[in-house]
C-alpha cells in the first residue's frame, strides 16, 4: 500500500474513533464535522477528501467490521449448523462489541441485522427469489442477531462457546 492510502486510512479511522467516542453520548445526527475533527485531530480538508457525510463513515466503520469477519473467518464453511462457526462468530462480535453496541444504541439508519445477513448472503451466494433456502438464511441471521444483540447487552458473561452451544441447540429444537 502506498503512503497516501495508508495516511488517508489513518485519517478514515481516526475519523471514525472519534466518531465512536461522540455516539457513546451524542446523536450522530448532532455531531458536527467541526467537533469530529477537532477529536480527530485532522483537518477539514482530510474529512471531505474521504468522507461526504459523517453517515459515510459509520458506512465505512460497518464495512471495516465486514472485511474483518470475513478475513478472520478464513476457510470455515459457512453452515449454521457448524459449531465451530459459530464460535467465531460469538468471538468475533464479542471483540467488536464497543462498535456493534455504539451503533446499536445511537440507531444508526444502517441495520446492524442488515450487515450480519449480508455477511451470510455474501459466504452463501445470493439466492435466487424462488429459494425456500434464502428463508433458512434469513431466520438464522435474524436468530443469530437477536442472540447475539442481547448477549452483548448483557456484557458477555457467557463464553463465545456456550453461546455457540446455546445458538445451536436452539436451532435444533425449531
Known amino acids: 500500500m502506498d503512503k497516501r492510502k495508508i495516511a488517508n486510512k489513518l485519517v478514515k479511522?481516526?475519523?471514525l474513533a472519534a466518531l465512536i467516542e461522540f455516539i457513546s453520548y451524542k446523536e450522530p445526527s448532532k455531531v458536527t464535522v467541526t467537533e469530529l475533527i477537532e477529536k480527530a485531530g485532522v483537518a477539514r480538508a482530510s474529512f471531505y477528501r474521504n468522507f461526504k457525510s459523517i453517515e459515510d463513515i459509520?458506512?465505512?466503520?460497518?464495512?471495516?467490521?465486514?472485511e474483518r469477519y470475513h478475513e478472520g473467518r478464513g476457510a470455515l464453511e459457512e453452515d449454521f449448523h457448524s459449531r465451530e462457526l459459530m464460535v467465531y462468530k460469538f468471538r468475533f462480535y464479542k471483540e467488536h462489541a464497543r462498535l456493534v453496541l455504539t451503533f446499536h444504541q445511537a440507531n444508526v439508519n444502517t441495520s446492524l441485522?442488515?450487515?450480519i445477513t449480508d455477511c451470510e448472503i455474501s459466504a452463501h451466494?445470493?439466492?435466487?427469489?424462488?429459494?425456500?433456502?434464502?428463508?433458512?438464511?434469513?431466520?438464522?441471521?435474524?436468530?443469530?442477531?437477536?442472540?447475539m444483540l442481547c448477549w452483548l447487552e448483557s456484557g458477555t458473561k457467557e463464553t463465545?462457546?456456550?453461546m455457540?452451544?446455546?445458538?445451536?441447540?436452539?436451532?435444533?429444537?425449531l
Do not use: C, H, W
Not at 459509520?58 to 465486514?66: H, K, S
Open 58 to 66: 459509520i458506512e465505512y466503520g460497518i464495512t471495516q467490521m465486514a
Open 125 to 147: 451466494g445470493d439466492m435466487p427469489a424462488a429459494s425456500l433456502e434464502k428463508y433458512e438464511l434469513y431466520y438464522y441471521s435474524g436468530a443469530f442477531y437477536n442472540m
Open 160 to 162: 463465545p462457546e456456550v
Open 13 to 15: 479511522d481516526r475519523l
Open 164 to 173: 455457540a452451544d446455546e445458538f445451536l441447540r436452539l436451532g435444533q429444537r
Open 113 to 115: 441485522l442488515d450487515i
